[in-house]
């Protein structure tokens, strides 16, 4: 416990510089923990099993983004093995502007109940929704979002297809099993196909099975069924079809790792330059240690445990704030936006706390004085105004319903990036402590630097 006290007491002798070092590291931590969470989030999600293990896409060969025709629905339902299929249509419309994007679709009725039957829709609804031409099924989250009721008409604007169609909110649904997925409208495909003048394409089919031993023997059908045709068609599984979409913007894995890797590179030159410094402004210390009957081991101890210490804090502030900042901002963007603006002032604190503390100086001049006013308020005025950017960034993307809905930082990459916090503590201190614990007395009683 004397050892640790000792630590602290060594951390703190500088408080500028110790502070400066924990943001800094803090900040590149909040950096590490967003990008592996982006990568949790899009390549391995949570909602993985129950009926998505029964659930298939079919869509066309050669991309995604091809239709086929609509008389493949038929073909698709006679095949051994599949319970239900439904037609369904990416329509990707904006609600009154961009700013207002969400995930829309336009779907067969008939069968839809039985293909996403993890959603809860009354009975009511259900029926109001398939005997009403313009009727739209929405989310109710995403209900929430726009404060949406029953019987509201809305429009939606065609940013693919040329068509605005008027939609009339007959229903609601819920999904306890992933609410992310409440952030979608459903409307009629005989409704958009009318507009399109009779046109009969599909973007692609989703397929129920009856039991999950089946799912690879079902896909392999349908697409035999249309091979060599001039619509061929490749089956696969939801997690597969959604990995689809992420592979159309890059190696998006490879990039956001290598960025981590960039930043874990950052905190090691900065964490290694500021305790190089501070070993080596202690030289003459550890011979005085020595000559009280600290030994080697003991004082390496001391010195790698000090870095230790500034580096496991910097991390529990970046992990530990970034779960709870992302949970603070989905917690309130849809229901206290201006509870932003507090957020905005929480992190306008220590921005201007790290002015004040960077253009310390033991020197009392007016113009010093002046110079570190001035820069603390420009600070927190920055700080304050990239935080209201990040809340409306980060609301935005994580309301809209898609890779990155409810988007949050799991309990694994906190571990992970406290455990990169500590080992770049110990990696940058090792080798200048290992030098100052194994000087000579003499040598260090010697030493001006």
């Known amino acids: 416990m004397k050892l640790l006290s000792l630590m602290w007491k060594n951390a703190l002798r500088n408080s500028r510089r110790t502070v400066l070092t924990i943001l800094s590291i803090a900040v590149s931590i909040f950096l590490i923990s967003t990008l592996e969470a982006i990568i949790s989030a899009i390549y391995h999600p949570a909602n993985t099993q129950g009926s998505a293990q029964l659930t298939l896409v079919t869509h066309r060969a050669t991309s ?75 989310g109710k989250e995403l209900m ?29 649904y819920t999904d306890p099993t992933d609410p992310s997925q409440e952030l979608t409208l459903y409307f009629h495909y005989d409704y958009l196909n009318e507009m399109l003048d009779e046109s009969s394409q599909v973007g692609s089919f989703t397929v129920r099975v009856d039991n999950a031993e089946d799912v690879p023997k079902v896909a392999q059908r349908i697409d035999a069924v249309f091979h060599n045709s001039p619509f061929e068609t490749k089956t696969e599984t939801v997690e597969a079809f959604r990995l689809g979409f992420v592979s159309m913007l890059g190696n998006l894995n490879f990039l956001l ?7 874990v590179f950052t905190i090691l030159l900065i964490v290694g330059n500021t305790m190089a410094m501070s070993i080596r402004e202690r030289t003459g210390e550890v011979a005085v240690l020595k000559t009280l009957g600290f030994r080697r ?64 100086s033991p020197s009392a001049r007016i113009g010093v004085k002046i110079v570190r006013y001035a820069a603390t308020i420009l600070g927190a005025i920055i700080g304050f105004v990239v935080s209201i950017i990040f809340y409306m960034a980060v609301g935005s993307i994580t309301t809209s319903g898609f890779f990155l809905a409810n988007f949050s930082i799991p309990l694994l990459v906190v571990a992970g990036c406290l455990g990169v916090a500590a080992a770049v503590g110990i990696v940058s201190s090792i080798f200048p402590a290992l030098r100052a614990s194994g000087v000579k007395i003499a040598e260090a009683l010697r030493y001006v630097g």
């Open 64 to 138: 995604i983004t091809q239709s086929m025709p609509g008389s493949y629905r038929e073909r698709i339902a006679a095949v051994p093995g599949v319970k239900d299929v439904i037609a369904q249509n990416w329509f990707g419309g904006q609600y009154i502007d961009a700013s207002n994007f969400f995930a829309n679709f336009a779907v067969d009725t008939d069968e839809f109940a039985q293909v996403f039957d993890e959603y809860h829709i009354a009975p009511d609804q259900l029926a109001a929704w398939k005997n009403e031409r313009t009727a739209a099924l929405v």
């Open 257 to 263: 790792s290598a960025i981590s890797l960039a930043v």
């Open 297 to 360: 081991k003991t004082i390496l101890w001391l010195l790698v445990g000090e870095a230790l210490v500034v580096a496991l804090l910097g991390g529990v502030v970046g992990a530990v704030g970034a779960k709870f900042v992302y949970w603070f901002i989905q917690v309130t963007f849809t229901t206290a936006k201006p509870l932003g603006f507090v957020f905005a002032l929480l992190i306008a604190a220590p921005s201007a706390y790290g002015a004040w503390a960077l253009f310390g």
């Open 144 to 172: 929430d979002k726009y404060h949406w009721t029953l019987g509201q008409t809305i429009t939606l604007k065609g940013t693919i297809y040329p068509v605005n169609p008027e939609l009339t909110i007959r229903g609601a």
